[in-house]
C-alpha cells in the first residue's frame, strides 16, 4: 500500500507559475504509474497528466499540453507537477494517483484504475 500526500498549491495570478510535489510512503513508488488529477467545483475529477514508472514516457491532457509538465524522482519518492502559463480555469483540487497496472493503455486518462489518491491541494488562478 502507498499513500500519497500533495503540497505546493496556493493562490497565484494568471500567468503564473506553481509547482505541486505528491509524495509517496512506502518503497515500491518506482513500481507505480503516477497521475495527476484535477476537480473544480461541481465538476467531474479529470485527467492532468501522467507519468510512465521510469519517468521516460509521460501524458497529457490536450487543456495542459504545452503548459504543463509532469516528472518524478524515483529516488526521492516524490512526482512533480509543472504548471505555467495558468489560467483561471486551471482553479481546482488538484490530486495525485498511484496506478499499479501493468501496462499503460488508454485507462491512463480515467480515474477507475488508479488504485491510491492523495487529499488534494487547492489550486486557485486569479484573473
Known amino acids: 500500500q502507498v499513500q500519497l500526500v500533495e503540497s505546493g498549491g496556493g493562490l497565484v495570478q494568471a500567468g503564473g507559475s506553481l509547482r505541486l510535489s505528491c509524495a509517496a510512503s512506502?518503497?515500491?513508488?518506482?513500481?507505480?504509474?503516477m497521475g495527476w488529477f484535477r476537480q473544480a467545483p461541481g465538476k467531474e475529477r479529470d485527467f492532468v497528466a501522467a507519468?510512465?514508472?521510469?519517468?521516460?514516457?509521460?501524458y497529457y491532457a490536450d487543456s495542459v499540453k504545452g503548459r504543463f509538465t509532469i516528472s518524478r524522482d524515483n529516488t526521492k519518492n516524490t512526482v512533480y507537477l509543472q504548471m505555467n502559463s495558468l489560467k483561471p480555469e486551471d482553479t481546482a483540487v488538484y490530486y495525485c494517483?498511484?496506478?499499479?497496472?501493468?501496462?499503460?493503455?488508454?485507462?491512463?486518462?480515467?480515474?477507475?484504475?488508479?488504485?491510491?489518491w492523495g487529499q488534494g491541494t487547492q489550486v486557485t488562478v486569479s484573473s
Open positions: 494517483a498511484a496506478a499499479q497496472r501493468l501496462l499503460i493503455g488508454s485507462w491512463l486518462y480515467g480515474r477507475d484504475d488508479y488504485d491510491y
Open positions: 507519468i510512465s514508472r521510469s519517468g521516460g514516457n509521460t
Open positions: 512506502g518503497r515500491t513508488f518506482s513500481s507505480y504509474i
